[in-house]
């Protein structure tokens, strides 16, 4: 069965990205043609690292300007589908992955603050990022470009490029810049409804643009490794296991399931059935059900992320890895 999910995984993706072996291999001398604005002097990773995804520059459209629906408008989404829950100051939305798995960037403002609502869908992060950076505020767009398998995105007011996992500039003349985390629960549409009721709910301005609801990436967390990967993997843990990551420590979502509850020192962690995995089943509503989480700090939600143990040993080498 996880022979054909590969199978059918490689099939789908690479027929949908439009993939091949040529358009996946790293060439930095060409990528001034086509960000003549970025300067490829300033960076602080090795440009060998980043490789071609497929799509070119903003082949994967972010949303800059989002749509909202009050729920009893929303039609089609599942009550076990996953969604990102945002609340800030007071105000509350969702961006259903179903929307977020093709285009990874949302541009929007809550509760008066401008953010970037991210996804990427190789590495399960789901992601958001305060957009303002030395008072100004920044839109993002995707580069087309993967590093350990991550979106790399890039902000259109500098042509800088962030890694998406760190939410840090790599590239450009904002290189070292970090952007601020907000908490967030990647939830299931049922949880968002229950404890917000009020809260709107992204939807996507063109229905037809996209077959919004399927998973192009079918069978991925089913997967022996990741996909356009090239680095180590992490030791005693299979690289495509969840973990659920809080700063530099993370914990397999096994280990979270069997306990239920995980305190360590002032953090709590939590976790429930009832949300589809967004990279199981073509269709995301038939998805295996993987759970949702909550981490709460003496009573205050943090920032988390539920990613795989590949991508926490890539981007998080030094970080301890609870097993």
């Known amino acids: 069965m996880k022979r054909v999910a590969r ?18 291999q790293n060439d930095p001398s060409s990528w001034s043609y086509e960000w003549p604005d970025t300067d490829f002097t300033k960076t602080s990773i090795d440009l060998g690292e980043v490789i071609s995804g497929g799509p ?5 459209p972010a949303i800059d300007d ?24 007071g105000e509350a939305k969702a961006y259903p992955l179903r929307v977020l798995t093709w285009h990874e960037i949302v ?18 992060a789901a992601i958001v990022f305060d957009r303002r950076i030395d008072g100004k505020v920044l839109d993002f767009g995707t580069t087309g470009k993967l590093r350990h398998s991550d979106l790399v995105m890039y902000d259109r007011q500098t042509e800088s490029w962030w890694q998406q996992f760190l939410g840090e500039a790599i590239v450009g003349d904002l290189t070292g810049k970090q952007l601020a985390v ?3 629960r990647l939830e299931s549409y ?28 079918s069978g991925y967390d089913s997967a022996s490794v990741p996909f356009l990967y090239r680095g180590g993997y992490p030791k005693g843990i299979a690289p495509m296991a969840y973990v659920v990551v809080v700063g530099e420590e993370a914990w397999s979502l096994d280990s979270l399931k069997k306990a239920g509850t995980i305190n360590a020192d002032n953090l709590v962690l939590e976790w429930k059935p009832g949300m589809n995995s967004a990279l199981d ?43």
């Open 281 to 323: 089943s073509r269709r995301i509503a038939d998805g295996q059900d993987i759970g949702q989480i909550t981490a709460m700090r003496d009573g205050v939600e943090v920032a988390y992320d539920l990613t795989f143990a590949f991508v926490f040993h890539a981007f998080k080498p030094d970080g301890m890895l609870n097993r």
């Open 56 to 60: 070119p520059k903003d082949g994967i």
């Open 66 to 89: 989002p749509k909202f629906k009050p729920q009893a408008e929303i039609e089609g989404i599942a009550e076990t589908e996953p969604v990102i829950g945002l609340i800030v100051n």
């Open 182 to 184: 907000l908490p967030a």
């Open 7 to 24: 199978a059918f995984f490689a099939f789908v993706f690479l027929s949908t990205a439009g993939i091949s072996a040529a358009a996946a």
């Open 107 to 124: 541009n929007d403002t809550i509760g008066e603050i401008p953010v970037a609502v991210t996804y990427c869908p190789l590495c399960n």
């Open 190 to 217: 049922g949880s968002f409804k229950k404890r917000r009721p009020d809260g709107l709910v992204l939807v996507p301005e063109n229905p037809d643009l996209r077959p919004y609801g399927a998973n192009p990436y």
